[in-house]
């Protein structure tokens, strides 16, 4: 587990970059109008990750909603990193 304060004085300018090995984490953090949220994270080889947690990102207008993550109140994080798949259970 690694703790990473991403705020500089009042509120930061840029998220804070943190390198971490390939792989998958689960990324608990707190959320514009949320306590804490947890989100399934995949780091790839010379990739940058980006989680969106704030009112300001929105995806292209014509990014299919099957391919993002999102948070309960309805706000866009980030892509997932396979498009979901059809499993007949909404």
Do not use: C
């Amino acid at each position: 587990m690694k703790r990473v304060h991403n705020i500089v004085g009042h509120y930061a300018k840029a998220p804070r970059r943190v390198t971490l090995p390939v792989g998958r984490y689960l990324v608990e953090a707190q959320a514009n109008d949320y306590f804490r949220v947890s989100l399934p994270v995949t780091i790839e080889s010379g990739q940058t990750t980006r989680v969106h947690l704030d009112d300001h990102w929105k995806p292209p207008a014509d990014t299919p909603k099957t391919e993002l993550v999102w948070l309960p109140n309805g706000n866009a994080v980030g892509w997932q990193a396979e498009p979901a798949k059809k499993t007949g259970v909404n």
